[in-house]
C-alpha cells in the first residue's frame, strides 16, 4: 500500500531474521528497506498487509501462533497491541479495515466459543472521521463522504473553504459540491456532535 509520505509498505510471510515474515518499505525508486522481522514473541508471520489509519501510523497481524494485532510507524517503530488466544482468534490474517467509528475490524479463521474462528473488532482510541469515496476532483464536481452522525451537519469545507452546496444523505452518507476557490487538503465536516476530519487530503485537479 501506498503511504501518505508516497512511500511503499508491505509485508512479507516468511524470510527476515527468524524466517517469520518481515515488514518493509519501499521508496519511488525502488529501493527496500526492511523494518522489521517477526518473532514468535509477539507474532509471526504477518499476511494480511498493512493499513495506514487516520492516525498516520501502520497497522497489521500476525496468523501465525500466537497471532496478534500491530503498531508500526513508517520509520519502523513496533508497539503489539493484541496477543489472541484460542478464546478469541487464531490464525488472523486478512488484513484490518478501520472504520469512520475510528475501530478496526478483521476476522480470525480458528478459535471462538465452536473453534471456527471469530470476528473482531480493536479499539485504540482514534477518534471518529469521514472517508472519501474519491480522494480528487475538480471545482464544481459533487466529493461523496462517508462517516457517522452526518444527519444535521451545518458545514464541510474542502482545506477551510466551505462548500455552499451540500446534503446529508442519511446520518453515513452526504454529498458536497466542491466550492470555487478550493485546494487540495482535508475535508472537515462539522455535524451536531462535532467536527469530522477526512482521513485523506482531497487532492484538486485543474
Known sequence: MQAAD??????????????????????????????RSFDSTTGPNPDGGLVQASD????????????????????????????????????VGDGL???????????AYTGGKAGDGTLFSLDVGLPPFVSLVKHQG?????????????LGSTSVTFNGVPA???????????????????TTGPVVVTTPSGTLTSNQKFRIIH
Open 138 to 150: 475538480r471545482v464544481g464536481n459533487v466529493a461523496q463522504i462517508l462517516g457517522q452522525g452526518l
Open 97 to 107: 479495515l478501520q472504520h469512520t467509528n475510528g475501530k478496526f475490524y478483521g476476522t
Open 56 to 91: 498516520g501510523n501502520l497497522y497489521g497481524d500476525t496468523w501465525g501462533s500466537p497471532s496478534s494485532l500491530f503498531q508500526m510507524t513508517t520509520g519502523g517503530t513496533f508497539t503489539l497491541l493484541h496477543l489472541f488466544t484460542p478464546q478469541d482468534g487464531g490464525g
Open 6 to 35: 508516497g512511500n511503499f509498505y508491505g509485508t512479507t510471510q516468511n524470510g527476515g531474521t527468524l524466517n517469520h515474515g518481515t515488514a518493509f518499505k519501499m521508496d519511488q525508486n525502488g529501493a527496500v528497506s526492511v523494518l
Open 164 to 182: 455552499t452546496n451540500f446534503h446529508a444523505v442519511s446520518n453515513f452518507y452526504m454529498t458536497a459540491v466542491v466550492p470555487a476557490g478550493a
